[in-house]
């Protein structure tokens, strides 16, 4: 299995709301990113887990909680977010965090709307 | 902070071959990637190639790297339609945690 998976694919929510999106893969990676990427623009590193442990968090606002249950999941939790927030969001995974290769393997997004 | 710069856009004949260039910045970078988006999806990876090698060729896509310019290229051979989407360069850097810098992307469209 050489597949990163996402849902849901497509997400609408009020800026009340409280909801999360899910990544899984299988290959055995030990590191998962997030990902944000605007329309026309490249992704923007948002979250690393390495080793199930939170090893970079890019200045994201509170309003974005990943968690990393076990390695194989990420989640990210949404609470309280802004239009502005409305993006793809990619999860991506790599064999191990740390220096070297990284070759990431993405999945498909998740496409947010935030009214 | 330091970029990683590209061509915007590029338009060829199906049939032809596309280069798609690219610069970056930082000498320590270790790997350098190609990736692959078509609209509403997420990113394919290509290829990469190591800094201590000059050229990878893997089918239709040729990658060459000019370590002294800091210079990364894909050549497409016999570019397709299916070929369309926007083509993404990213470095990985060897300083601290190994993360990739992505460039901003090239849109290739191919025309019948």
């Known amino acids: 299995d050489t597949e990163v998976t996402q849902t849901p694919k497509h997400l609408v929510m009020g800026m009340t709301n409280k909801k999360s999106l899910k990544c899984e893969q299988h290959?055995?990676?030990?590191?998962m990113y997030w990902y944000k990427q605007k329309a026309k623009k490249p992704p923007e590193l948002m979250f690393v887990?390495?080793?199930?442990?939170?090893?970079i968090n890019e200045s994201v606002p509170s309003r974005f909680s990943p968690e990393c249950p076990n390695s194989s999941l990420l989640n990210l939790h949404l609470h309280a977010l802004q239009p502005e927030d409305s993006a793809l969001y990619l999860c991506?995974?790599?064999?191990?965090?740390?220096?070297?290769?990284?070759?990431?393997?993405f999945g498909p997004g998740t496409r947010l709307t935030v009214l | 902070g330091e970029d990683v710069e590209q061509s915007l856009f590029l338009s060829v004949r199906e049939g032809d071959s596309s280069v798609i260039n690219c610069t970056y910045t930082?000498?320590?970078?270790?790997?350098l990637y190609w990736y692959k988006q078509e609209p509403g999806a997420g990113l394919q990876l290509l290829t990469y190639?190591?800094?201590?090698?000059d050229m990878k060729q893997d089918q239709r896509l040729t990658v060459l790297l000019n370590k002294k310019d800091k210079h990364l290229s894909l050549r497409i051979a016999d570019t397709q339609t299916g070929d369309s989407a926007i083509y993404f360069c990213?470095?990985?850097?060897?300083?601290?945690?190994?993360?990739?810098?992505f460039g901003k992307g090239t849109m290739l469209l191919v025309s019948p």
């Open positions: 930082d000498s320590s970078s270790t790997y």
């Open positions: 887990y390495s080793y199930e442990k939170l090893s």
């Open positions: 991506a995974s790599s064999q191990k965090g740390g220096q070297g290769d990284n070759e990431q393997f």
């Open positions: 190639i190591f800094s201590n090698m």
């Open positions: 290959m055995g990676h030990r590191a």
């Open positions: 990213a470095e990985s850097r060897l300083t601290g945690y190994s993360t990739l810098t």
